[in-house]
T-cell receptor, first 113, second 113 residues
Framework: ETGVTQSPTHLIKTRGQQVTLRCSSQ?????VSWYQQALGQGPQFIFQ???????GRGNFPPRFSGLQFPNYSSELNVNALELDDSALYLC????????????FGPGTRLLVL | AQSVTQPDIHITVSEGASLELRCNYS??????LFWYVQSPGQGLQLLLK??????LVQGIKGFEAEFKRSQSSFNLRKPSVHWSDAAEYFC???????????FGTGTRLKVLA
């Protein structure tokens, strides 16, 4: 069974640029959630995708957007990057959308200069 | 508002000593509860979870947690800590019908040889 994978592992961007982060869910899982973890903080929920549709969203601006593909992999896109977007971005997959156990990938560390 | 609180930011214990990490939640109904561990630069690994039933939950790596409804707590314990347990520990909660985890701010564990 393949676990959750994310790419790239690290990324450096400059303010104003756009970035795309990718996530492959664990085999058999149809739900992907994205979290932002700033340094020294707990993860904060960005949004969740269930069967290719957005299933909920946290307190993040519209410049954070996402997609889920038919194979249940997912992308997180961030436009107009700001310095405060520097963080570890975690993807988690699960089966179902109601509080099911989420399994996390290793994360993508984004640095915005 | 729903919240998860981990009162201890840092905890230091000697190898072989017992450990207890505190977690309190504030929810309208009893949530699903989770403990995750994060090693430096890594994603989150699930240690254990509580959905219902027996209030003492056994997890991986010798960890256990006890759910106490009267105290709105879900404290993590380990009888004898190993140096490899040094990491950051996150408590998280979710409710049935919702789609996001709410995390505490984490407790960083240091183990002295």
């Amino acid at each position: 069974e393949t676990g959750v994978t994310q790419s790239p592992t690290h990324l450096i961007k400059t303010r104003g640029q756009q970035v795309t982060l990718r996530c492959s869910s664990q085999s058999g899982h149809n739900t992907v959630s994205w979290y932002q973890q700033a340094l020294g903080q707990g993860p904060q929920f960005i949004f969740q995708y269930y069967r290719e549709e957005e299933n909920g969203r946290g307190n993040f601006p519209p410049r954070f957007s996402g997609l889920q593909f038919p194979n249940y992999s997912s992308e997180l896109n961030v436009n107009a990057l700001e310095l405060d977007d520097s963080a570890l971005y975690l993807c988690a997959s699960s089966l179902g959308r109601e509080g099911e156990t989420q399994y996390f990938g290793p994360g993508t560390r984004l640095l915005v200069l | 508002a729903q919240s998860v609180t981990q009162p201890d930011i840092h905890i230091t214990v000697s190898e072989g000593a017992s450990l207890e990490l505190r977690c309190n939640y504030s929810y309208g109904a009893t949530p699903y509860l989770f403990w995750y561990v994060q090693s430096p630069g890594q994603g989150l690994q699930l240690l254990l979870k509580y959905f219902s039933g027996d209030t003492l939950v056994q997890g991986i790596k010798g960890f256990e947690a006890e759910f106490k409804r009267s105290q709105s707590s879900f404290n993590l314990r380990k009888p004898s800590v190993h140096w490899s347990d040094a990491a950051e520990y996150f408590c998280a909660a979710a409710t049935s019908g919702t789609y996001k985890y709410i995390f505490g701010t984490g407790t960083r564990l240091k183990v002295l040889a």
